[in-house]
């Protein structure tokens, strides 16, 4: 076996090993601290959200885990190896057909828009738990663990906590894994230990009997939240559901009035699917508004054809470069392209081969740009280069390439197109220490080069 492949192999059974560990131990959580029957949890299958997002996350890789970790779980519960063998199958099919059901359905795993989260939320209730839930109290019948007669009503026990852990759980985990790298500790366990005690507070030393007043007690935070970050707000709401849940199962506060066991679970189920959904549906919303106005910005300021920057960034971007030379003494080259003979490509060929033109002189521009420097597109056939920290005979041997590489010729849609174009250079401090300064006289230069006959460069 080659060393990649070991080294894949050695991931992948990691991610396995890590799935079966993290299942078992939410698995022993949900049964030991949060409120359940003799053999389903009724509440919330902490589990079942984790594998659920583990199989969106990292497909097929998990199966394995959720497997292992559902008969151990199952095991150690019922004592009976057919019915624990039986059940992780089960469960493992289903994260199977989440991973194909959501992907075929070109759902996003990182819920970026409403669709996303709606489509989650269906798969889970609609496909995913009555598959769990019939056929896993099916198993549990064939193999004694419970009488035929229980299946109907176990299955909808089942149902009810597997679809709590999963809308609970998956959420948080999807948004926690795409926005790893802008999560803060401290802010993560401030949003999980906060509700809890604000919660612990709320039931243990006042006595609300009513939901909604319930819900306008901890939802406003979660909401605000949710605007400014879902992800955290996300933990919040988590925190505050779990913390519920196990005060119920102790018997303590709101859902642990003088009703029964199931109908104090029907309550908080009420409540937490409320806050659940609520934060999650008005935080989408306003990550959808805020990626349509940057997409708003973008456009503003970046050319939809070829995605350079455009006219609209070009002061901030020749400022740059005037700072630099100011604070660095760093030379840059404002070097202002005018393509010769477009118009006629245009004219002859028809707009789209015109397109296709301008994508390739940009494409062949840039194989001879380093990373600081910059293109922007601030015409229809105009493009400025800004080329930083220039030294010695480097810029002159750039522009050279440069023009070589864009009048070879291009085979656009079985049309062969030849084109050239004229560049003026200004030198920045030398020619200028303002953007309109140093525009100028580019753009002088640009036309002289024009005038001596096209296809060159001139130096102001």
Known sequence: ?????????????????????????????????LSQTSIVVVSAFIPEGVALAGALIYGYKVLPGIFIGQLLLAQFAWSN?????????INTFEAYIAYKIFYKLE?????????????????????????SAIFGNYILAFTSVISFDDIWHNAILWWTGNVMGQILIAPMLLLIYAHKQEIKLHYVLLAIIAPLVYVYILQTYFTIN????????TLPVSIYMAIKNLTYAMLVS????????????????????????IDNIIHLNFFILNHILLVLIIGILFKDKEHAINELKSMAHYDYLTGLPNRHLLREKIQHAVIMAKDYH?????????LDGFKDVNDVYGHHIGDETLKTVVSRIKLYMKPSDTLLR????????????????????TLNELLESVRKPMHIDNKTISISFSVGVSICPKHGSTVKELMSVADNAMYVAKEKGKNQIHYA
Not at 7 to 29: K, V
Not at 112 to 128: A, H
Not at 330 to 338: F, G, H, L, N, T
């Open 330 to 338: 760093q030379k840059s080259a404002i070097c202002y392209i005018d």
């Open 378 to 397: 601030i015409g229809g056939d105009e493009f400025l280069l800004i080329v930083s920290e220039i030294r010695d005979d480097e810029l002159d041997e």
């Open 210 to 217: 009513n939901i909604s007043l319930l819900l306008l007690l």
């Open 107 to 131: 759902l996003n795993r990182e819920l970026k828009q409403l669709r996303d989260i709606i489509g989650l939320v269906l798969i889970i209730t609609l496909i995913l738990q009555p598959i």
């Open 81 to 89: 190896s057919l019915a624990a063998i039986g059940v992780a199958f």
């Open 1 to 33: 076996m080659k060393r990649t492949e070991q080294t894949n192999f050695f991931n992948d059974l990691m991610i396995a090993l890590f799935m079966a560990l993290l299942y078992n131990i939410t698995g022993m959580i949900s049964t030991t601290l």
């Open 238 to 261: 988590v925190s505050i559901s779990i913390g519920y849940t196990y005060l119920t199962h102790l018997d303590i506060g709101t859902f642990a009035q003088d009703q029964s066991p």
